[in-house]
């Protein structure tokens, strides 16, 4: 089984200050890595995914995450935030090998940003 | 373009009525989910299915009951609605094998039993 933690339900920032969204997860089994994004009223977007090889990756939006596997954590960043970016963030985790229940997304509780003009 | 969606978006209930939530995707997905999402729980699993005729309970299946009689739709059914099924409902769908590329999402159903 798999869980996800999300540290912070709740960031406030300045608008064109840097963000950290921390995600920190447990699993017996080798994991894939992803953030998503809700917007207002929206579903879940994709934002950036890990699944092997650079532990740092690139999302859109100017978003990148890096995945640390001794500190099981994959930390949203972002080094200069917008308005635009205000929205609710998801950090999940999918298992790597097939079985039993493998597919499945595993999601943190969600960190609302919520960028100050 | 492929896509997946969700319907009604909104609709209220009132407690005991049975309902059903629509879900029809595009991208023939083999894999297709409901969660719900509440403040402070984030998205919980209730069911999915990997295939026609397949279908599992996830974490929070109680009262809930889906089925899959082709790859596209998946409705999610309230037996019984209750007042602690308000809530926002999220359909996704995914490729047929490791999950590399996540899972798509419609753009979610809200719930209110009254």
């Known amino acids: 089984a798999q869980s996800v933690t999300q540290l912070d339900s709740q960031v406030p920032v300045f608008e064109e200050a840097p963000v950290e969204l921390r995600c920190n997860y447990s699993?017996?089994?080798?994991?894939?890595l992803f953030w998503y994004v809700q917007y207002p009223n929206q579903g879940l977007q994709l934002l950036l995914k890990y699944l092997s090889g650079s532990t740092l990756v690139k999302g859109i939006n100017g978003f990148e995450a890096e995945f640390n596997k001794s500190q099981t954590s994959f930390h949203l960043r972002k080094p200069s935030v917008h308005i635009s970016d205000t929205a609710e963030y998801f950090c999940?985790?999918?298992?790597?090998?097939?079985?039993?229940?493998?597919?499945?997304?595993?999601f943190g509780k969600g960190t609302k940003l919520s960028v100050i003009p | 373009d492929a896509e997946i969606t969700q319907s009604p978006r909104h609709k209220i209930t009132e407690t005991g009525r049975q309902v059903t939530l629509a879900c029809h995707q595009t991208w023939n997905h083999n894999n297709m989910f409901w969660y719900r999402q509440d403040l402070g729980h984030g998205l919980r699993l209730i069911h999915y299915?990997?295939?026609?005729?397949?279908?599992n309970k996830g974490e929070v299946s109680d009262g809930y009951s889906v089925s899959r009689s082709n790859t596209e739709d998946l409705p999610l059914t309230l037996e019984s609605a209750a007042s602690s099924q308000t809530s926002v409902y999220f359909c996704?769908?995914?490729?047929?094998?490791?999950?590399?590329?996540?899972?798509?999402f419609g753009q979610g159903t809200r719930l209110t039993v009254v």
């Open positions: 999940a985790v999918a298992p790597k090998e097939s079985g039993a229940g493998s597919y499945q997304l595993t």
């Open positions: 996704a769908s995914s490729e047929k094998g490791l999950n590399r590329k996540g899972a798509f």
């Open positions: 699993s017996s089994v080798s994991v894939y």
């Open positions: 299915s990997y295939g026609v005729q397949d279908t």
